[in-house]
């Protein structure tokens, strides 16, 4: 079974994009972040039509999650427990279903802009939220994965150059405990290799020739139970995909899971 995800950076935006990838790579569950669209205009037919269902989740021009699946989709939920919200909202950032007996989630976490911001005690509460949720799923779903944009750089080596990043979100000490939380209620990082250069990373900025000169980021993530993680049998960053005119700023995840 393979299983992926993608922030795609507005769907309907990047349709062919998707479409012809899903064609490429077949993948049999795709978890879509930042679809940018309102859950009834997902273009759910259209993905019909290559055989997959969908559920999906989203308010309009920002955020909004999904996702796609051509080996069941049942269970679906939307929202973490307790999910933080921002500005008295609870943003569409988090939705689950079980698919091909594994429970899925695709997440989309805050960015948290800098940190003195508040967005980023937001960012903070929400990895909280989510390693707790994880936790009480796994009560009842024990293979169980967590796929999405998480907006963090696991280490320093996940980042083109450590130094730019001085002051900045993505690679502080507390982001990266709130991965360590994910961690400790019972889930392993994926890690998936790089198909060119020495890192596998996932985002490379639009500006600046960012993608061409490999200024990147590892910040989408897989982690799982070790029921799942034991399965693996491949993990990369499709870079391939991140390619081309009007494509996402990052580029699908790709975990291969035997039988």
């Not at 024990?142 to 996940?158: M, S, Y």
């Amino acid at each position: 079974m393979r299983i992926a995800t993608w922030n795609i950076n507005s769907v309907n935006r990047r349709i062919e994009h998707v479409t012809s990838w899903l064609e490429t790579a077949q993948p049999d569950i795709v978890c879509l972040q930042e679809t940018k669209c309102a859950t009834g205009a997902f273009p759910d037919l259209i993905f019909s039509g290559l055989g997959y269902e969908a559920c999906a989740l989203g308010t309009g021009a920002w955020n909004g999650v999904a996702i796609l699946s051509r080996v069941g989709l049942t269970d679906i939920r939307d929202n973490l427990t307790d999910q933080p919200e921002w500005e008295g909202k609870l943003e569409p950032r988090a939705i689950a279903a079980t698919c091909g007996g594994v429970r899925v989630w695709s997440l989309y976490i805050p960015n948290g802009r800098t940190p003195e911001h508040e967005h980023y005690q937001y960012k903070l509460r929400w990895l909280k939220a989510l390693a707790d949720t994880a936790a009480e799923e796994l009560t009842t779903h024990p293979d169980l994965a967590l796929l999405g944009d998480f907006n963090v750089a696991p280490t320093d080596e996940d980042v083109w150059d450590i130094d730019v990043f001085h002051d900045s979100t993505h690679v502080t000490a507390q982001e990266r405990a709130g991965l360590e939380l994910i961690k400790a209620a019972g889930l392993t990082e994926i890690e998936p290799r790089p198909l060119k250069y020495d890192r596998a990373f996932t985002f490379w900025d639009y500006r600046q020739l960012a993608f061409p000169k490999n200024r990147g980021m590892r910040i989408d993530l897989v982690y799982a139970t070790d029921s799942v993680a034991s399965r693996v049998t491949d993990a990369y960053s499709d870079r391939e995909a991140r390619k081309g005119r009007s494509a996402s700023d990052h580029a699908p995840v790709v975990v291969d899971l035997a039988d």
